[in-house]
Nanobody, 125 residues
Framework: QVQLVESGGGLVQAGGSLRLSCAASGRTFSRYNMGWFRQAPGKEREFVGV????????DYADSVTGRFTISRDNAKNTVYLQTNSLKPEDTAVYYC??????????????????WGQGTQVTVSS
């Protein structure tokens, strides 16, 4: 069982940055790939990025590549999403999710086993 709690969201102007955090409970965090997803009002949840259980591999949606970076600290049971050069279209609730243990990276939300409650990111123009 993994419980996830996101934090770090807020209101920021276009071009600004936010660092989202996702704190996980349990001693098996290091066995899970960690994904970030987002959902804007009236839209489906979409993949943002994922980091492997070891931290050695990452993958990103085309819309955020070069602007967002995922990292993790397994000693702290935490995964991060650094968001730079934010755009109004990045406005959404951001969720972290865990998939595992020790599985192939996936961008498909339905394959993730555990989800956080989400944190709101609002980018003003």
């Amino acid at each position: 069982q993994v419980q996830l709690v996101e934090s770090g969201g807020g209101l920021v102007q276009a071009g600004g940055s936010l660092r989202l955090s996702c704190a996980a409970s349990g001693r098996t965090f290091s066995r899970y790939n960690m994904g970030w997803f987002r959902q804007a009002p009236g839209k489906e949840r979409e993949f943002v990025g994922v980091i492997s259980w070891s931290g050695g591999t990452t993958d990103y949606a085309d819309s955020v590549t070069g602007r967002f970076t995922i990292s993790r600290d397994n000693a702290k049971n935490t995964v991060y999403l650094q968001t730079n050069s934010l755009k109004p279209e990045d406005t959404a609730v951001y969720y972290c999710a865990a998939d595992g243990p020790w599985v192939v990276l996936t961008t498909e939300a339905r394959k993730y086993d555990y989800w956080g409650q989400g944190t709101q990111v609002t980018v003003s123009s």
